[in-house]
């Protein structure tokens, strides 16, 4: 099961993952039951969500204090 919606989510749009993810569950308690099952490939496919789950809500939080992402030149 855990392997099918890891599937699905390679083939749903990054802006959509949410709707999924409120449905089947977030995509860290996906990566630790993946882990704890010894599913390390379906975990491999979770740490991406996972990150860009966690990138998300960090942009959340600090826009709602104000912050903005900045261009930096090098």
Known sequence: MLDVIAGCTRKTEVASWHV????????????????????????????????????WRCEQILSEYGCRPVKIRI
């Open 20 to 55: 999924l993810f409120d449905i089947v569950g977030s995509p860290k308690e996906l990566f630790e039951k993946c882990m704890s099952l010894g599913q390390l490939k379906t975990a491999g496919g979770y740490s991406l969500h996972y990150y860009m789950d966690s990138c």
